[in-house]
């Protein structure tokens, strides 16, 4: 047998002799001991022997070790191997112990030798109650507290076991050793990943045949987040995770996972472990991994699955004997980010005169007035803006908006306490968190307290109980008029002053004074209180056999108590003001009760046949809700200060309607199965089954079809032809996937309680004392016994690579899903006499495609990362019964078209005589405004909007004559959703040092602010516009101007401000989410504090950004109104009032004791 020698010469640096001092770090994947043995030398310095039969004899590896100590990876290298190992001066020689026993192994043949060591986790905690054994003569002992363990055995040859609950078993060669300490790795951080999936988990590179994502939960921790969805935007491909505002507690987050899938609601189901919870109340830190199942994996989990699943897995607590404390601080500093900036006073008048030009009147501001403004001066004169003129005229500025902002300050607490026994393990946790609102005046913050306790008990071998109870608090105060003051900060005149000579607030003409709103409009306080209980146990009473019985209930009580205070505003005589706000002063009490249990057995089984792996699961569920509503308001309390029921006018106390008092009760019953099937590692096989029964619909329509999905994978890579192809480690993993899938929907909102059945509306209030109220009832609606599931069929090809020794990872998924039977109200004569109810009518196709890719490597002690995220979808509503309804600006759903599309007017200006002359011969008299005749001053002119004819018949309308073949002029101009959203990541690490960023950003997505106070300039004459606007509007010496001419005529703001292309804005973005750098020190930098770890970090969330239709950063790219189906055209006040958004900059400490 020719001995080939494997010497590989370290260039000319001097190696350390000690064996423990070299660490390598390997990522590969089924590649043969050769190119391992040579990546390690390169590593290392050190040489090998083996001979070519051993080489041709050895099994393929999957390592994936980082920065570990060269005997861990050489005995896992070894572990599976039919060879054993031994290191003579730095040569590591590989000996064949395969077909013969070492008679070292034979009873008697040798002394008894003790071999001792350490046990440890990831973290190099100490793991008690491993049990230690050795393979051959089946000698087995346990460690102590601190991880260590002694055992006897006959030579010092053999496999050492090593296996503790909840951790990954190893298999160690002794090799003459005396001494081996060993690190675990946890089963859900191993060198085979395990994924959590339904009822069940995976491991990841192995087993998967559907499009699942998971993120470990490190990736949203030490970060300035104020919740989970915060720190998952931008980093699950096809997650989509928008925000509407920055106001605490209530930032009214956004996600669907790839796309709608109806008109109805589109939010996954979030189970944190197995039981709904809410991700907007979890404390981050709890939160161990994310998996996201979004094509057909989603179906085991049926009739609340349409959208996806969002399976969250919580933190436990390992075997580590003493203690382990964690405590971690951070404090973040707010700073109001894109904001609006209302016209300053000399831009305002100037604005206000030109429109006087423009209309062919006097200007209104003199030029006296405008020469006091420019020299800021502190007078007061006679008024001279219209309607207000018997007030007042003032020639300073005032930045309203910007004074009621101010920078605020966010500190968060968490400790966890957690530890355990040979059979048990504990954790808990505790989280604070104090947002103070960036509001510069009254009360405005929210206070988010978590409490969560798991505990693992090991009862016998076979049986094993899970426990975990959580408790979630959530407390936002805010000034009960804060979204009107928000708004009025932009409408009053930047030339009014905020208090009198007197003190007192000041009232301008009916004005509300923003500052007085905030501190004495009133307050308003919401509180949530949620408790969450979730018992599991496992019991094995054969191998591969798990049955799993779960208890899940989960308690929520959400109190609103708003108080509304009367207060007086002074004229600037410090008289009075007639106007008093809030009078009589009142109070509303609203509260909502519920509760949610969840009941779920079922059983897994595995097996093993040669090279067939079979698994199959059964189970069934059941799952019940329960909301009470109440409320109640009174008025007239005795005073301002203690707002309770008996200290107002028993005589005038309102309980509300019946909308108000309302009881929602449901329950679904399910039944769910799964089969998988895999050969040789190469080929893969998984389907499911479900059917639902749902107390939401009419008895006879109550339960569902059999909800199937069926998957594959074929694991191109485990293929020889494909390894004789691709031999070099250039290619470590092709895999394609395939899946179908249909699942059901009745998480619908229009699906109220026994609406299968005709219903009584009750109108008017209901009278607590006093005299009666007026009382009204009608029928609520046509009853809908037909009505029944909404189906959603999803169909998946997905390929995962992994190559270059598998440093770079690629998967890209196509799919498309469809809503055959989507819920839609369909259009009646009127003649019907009821309002008609929804029906299984329409159509909901979406498609899209993801790609994400993954680069890690190392160069000499910097290892580095890179990631980049790419999503398309997009949807149309292919059928809704032939509705063609819909609204002159945003339209949540049309027949042939996006949801949330905008429809409008194709308009461009007229900028000069020639293209008036020409608009006025075609169009006089039969524009968007019949009056608004050209070439006169209550008429249209140079610098205004002209429209297209799309449809030709002579004239500007909405909606043609359907009955001659007339479309009508207005035109789809773009979605409300983006049909691409994006993320780039990326990271170093070099010693204690490290950085990582997140940059995420969307494509085209548009936005329509209205035409009113502020979407365009000087909409009403009483309220200022926006500074944006000036000197961007049509005049004669700017005749390239974006806008038109400013006018206070009515019809030619008519026609101007119209919903068109002229106004439509694409708020596109790609901004900087967070970078993070920090700085975490070494044991021995610890050794004299006696600490485990201490980490330092600095970190930035939503830092900048680069965005379109901002309007100068006057709006944040993000700020969107979504519609509903009774709101189709969106609340544009929205973009007045809404709270900002804010930047973070923070720093923290994490210490470990």
């Known amino acids: 047998m020719r001995l080939t020698i494997i010497i590989l010469i370290a260039s000319l640096v001097q190696l350390s002799a000690n064996t423990l001092a070299q660490r390598v770090t390997i990522y590969k994947t089924n590649q043969n001991i050769i190119s391992v043995l040579r990546e390690i030398r390169k590593q290392t310095g050190y040489n090998f022997v083996i001979t070519d039969d051993q080489a041709e004899q050895s099994k393929l590896l999957t390592l994936n070790v980082s920065d570990e100590e060269l005997p861990k990876v050489l005995d896992e290298v070894f572990r599976s191997q039919p060879f054993d190992y031994k290191i003579e001066n730095k040569t590591i020689i590989v000996s064949d112990r395969r077909g013969t026993a070492d008679p070292s192994l034979k009873a008697g043949a040798q002394d008894p030798v003790e071999i001792h060591g350490r046990v440890a986790d990831e973290k190099n905690e100490p793991l008690p109650g491993v049990t230690v054994k050795h393979k051959e003569s089946g000698t087995a002992v346990s460690t102590n507290a601190k991880g260590e363990y002694r055992i006897s ?35 859900s951080s191993s060198l085979n990943e395990v994924v959590v999936i339904g009822y069940g988990t995976v491991k990841k590179e192995a087993d998967l045949t559907g499009s699942v994502a998971h993120l470990n939960g490190s990736k949203i921790q030490n970060r300035p987040v104020t919740g989970a969805l915060d720190g998952l935007q931008g980093l699950i491909p096809g997650v989509s995770i928008s925000r509407t505002g920055g106001q605490p507690g209530q930032q009214g987050f956004g996600l669907t996972i790839r796309g709608a899938s109806s008109i109805n609601g589109n939010a996954p189901l979030v189970l944190i472990d197995n039981i709904p919870g809410d991700l907007n109340l979890i404390n981050p ?17 049926g009739a609340r699955a349409a959208d996806g699943v969002i399976l969250v897995t919580t933190k436990r ?24 900036k209302a016209a300053t006073t000399d831009h305002f008048v100037r604005m206000f005169n030109e429109a006087n030009k423009n209309d062919g009147e006097k200007q209104t501001f003199s030029d006296a007035t405008l020469e006091k403004i420019a020299n800021n001066d502190p007078g007061v004169g006679p008024g001279e803006n219209r309607s207000v003129e018997s007030f007042p005229m003032f020639y300073q500025n005032h930045d309203w908006y910007g004074r009621l902002f101010k920078t605020a300050y966010r500190p968060t607490h968490n400790l966890s306490v957690s530890g355990g026994g040979e059979n048990s393990s504990y954790l808990v946790s505790f989280g604070d968190m104090r947002d103070n609102g960036n509001i510069s005046e009254g009360k405005n913050l929210s206070v988010r307290d978590n409490l969560r306790i798991a505990l693992q008990s090991k009862i016998t071998n076979e049986l094993r109980l899970e426990l975990t109870t959580a408790y979630d608090y959530l407390n936002t105060q805010t000034p009960s008029q804060l979204h009107d003051a928000i708004s009025n900060g932009l409408k009053i005149f930047s030339y009014l002053p905020e208090k009198t000579p007197g003190g007192n607030y000041y009232g301008y003409q009916g004005y509300e004074n923003p500052v007085q709103e905030l501190i004495k409009g009133g307050n308003e306080t919401m509180t949530n209180n949620r408790w969450s209980n979730n018992v599991k146990l496992d019991y094995e009473p054969l191998k591969g056999l798990i049955w799993t019985g779960q208890v899940g209930i989960n308690l929520e009580r959400i109190d609103n108590d708003a108080n509304f205070q ?23 009490f609203r509260n909502s009760s519920t509760i949610y249990k969840n009941y779920s057995t079922y059983v897994n089984y595995s097996k093993t046949i040669g090279r067939h792996d079979i698994k199959v699961m059964a189970g069934a569920s059941q799952e019940k809700f329960k909301q009470d509503s109440k409320y ?3 008025q007239d309390f005795f005073s301002n200060d203690i707002f309770t029921l008996p200290l107002s006018d028993n005589t005038n106390l309102r309980a509300g309607d019946a909308r108000d008092w309302n009881r929602d009760p449901w329950a679904l019953q399910s039944y769910f199965g799964r089969a998988s099937y895999s050969f040789a590692g190469k080929y893969y096989l998984d389907g499911t089954l479900r059917k639902d029964g749902s107390s939401k619909f009419a008895p006879e329509k109550r339960w569902s079809a059999i909800y199937p999905s069926l998957s594959a994978a074929w694991k191109i890579s485990e293929e020889p032809f494909f390894k004789q192809l691709f031999s070099d480690n250039k290619i470590n993993l092709f895999k394609l996937r395939a899946s179908w899938g249909r699942t059901g929907n009745q998480d619908i909102s229009q699906l109220g309680l026994f609406d299968y059945v005709q219903l009584i509306d009750v109108f008017g209030q209901y009278p607590v004392d006093g005299t009666s109220a007026a009382r009204l009832a009608a029928l609520k609606g046509l009853s809908s016994p037909l009505r029944t599931w909404e189906t959603i069929e999803t169909k998946n090809l997905g390929v995962d690579l992994s190559l270059f020794a598998s440093k770079l990872s690629v998967s890209f998924d196509l799919y498309r899903k469809t809503n055959n039977n989507m819920l839609v109200s369909i259009t009646y004569p009127t003649t019907l006499g009821a309002a008609a109810p929804t029906s299984n009518a329409g159509t909901l196709k979406g498609k899209g495609w993801e790609f994400n890719g993954q680069w890690n490597d190392k160069i000499g002690q910097v290892s580095y990362n890179v990631g980049a995220i790419l ?6 509503v292919s059928d809704l019964q032939g509705n063609d309804n819909y609204n002159l600006g945003l339209t949540q759903a049309r027949q042939g078209y996006p949801l949330n599309s905008y429809f409008g007017f194709k308009g461009k200006l007229i900028r000069n005589q020639a293209e008036l002359d020409a608009y006025a011969a075609k169009f006089g008299g039969k524009g968007v405004v019949p009056s608004a005749q050209p070439n006169g001053y209550g008429g249209l002119g140079i610098g205004d909007v002209m429209y297209e004819d799309i449809d030709g018949d002579g004239q500007i309308t909405v909606y043609g004559d359907k009955s001659k073949g007339l479309s009508g002029d207005a035109v789809n101009l773009g979605s409300q959703i983006p049909k691409i959203t994006y993320s780039l990541t990326g990271g170093f690490a070099y010693k204690g040092f490290d950085m990582n960023f997140i940059l995420q950003g969307t494509g085209n997505k548009y936005v329509w602010r209205g035409n009113g106070n502020f979407g365009v300039p000087l909409a009403h004459f009483w309220f200022q516009p926006l500074d944006y606007f000036y000197g961007k509007t049509f005049t004669a010496e700017n005749p390239s101007a974006q806008y038109p001419r400013l006018s206070n005529n009515e019809t030619v703001k008519n026609n101007n401000y119209q919903f068109s292309s002229a ?23 610890l050794a004299r504090l006696k600490l485990r770890s201490i980490r330092l970090y600095l970190s930035g969330q939503d830092l900048f950004e680069f965005a379109s239709g901002t309007r100068n950063g006057n709006y944040d790219p993000e700020e969107t109104r979504v519609p509903t189906i009774s709101d189709d055209a969106g609340n ?22």
Do not use: C, H
């Not at 496999?159 to 050793?177: K, P, V």
């Not at 580590?320 to 971690?328: E, K, L, N, W």
């Not at 900002?1140 to 470990?1152: A, D, E, L, Q």
């Open 153 to 187: 055995i006959a030579g010092t040859r053999g496999t050492l076991m090593f296996s503790s609950l909840g951790y990954e078993t190893q298999e160690i060669a002794i090799t003459n050793r005396t001494q081996i300490n060993v690190t675990l790795n946890s089963s």
């Open 285 to 301: 830190e709890d939160i161990q991994d994310v998996t996201v199942l979004k094509d057909a994996t989603a179906a085991i989990y």
């Open 317 to 340: 607590g390992k075997q580590s004997g003493a203690p382990i404390v964690t405590y971690g601080f951070n404090l973040a500093v707010k700073k109001v980010g894109l904001r609006k």
């Open 566 to 588: 009367t207060n007086t505003e002074y004229n600037w005589d410090d008289t009075p003001n007639l106007l008093i706000r809030n009078n009589p002063n009142r109070a509303t």
């Open 632 to 634: 109640i308001q009174g």
């Open 871 to 876: 999503n398309y979808n997009s949807n149309v």
């Open 1063 to 1085: 106004w439509l804005e694409n708020t596109r973005y790609l901004r900087m989410k967070n970078i993070t750098v920090g700085y975490t020190f070494s044991n021995i930098q």
């Open 1132 to 1153: 544009v006040d929205f973009y007045e009032n809404n709270y900002p958004m804010y930047r973070t900059f923070s720093m923290g400490v994490n210490v470990k004791f």
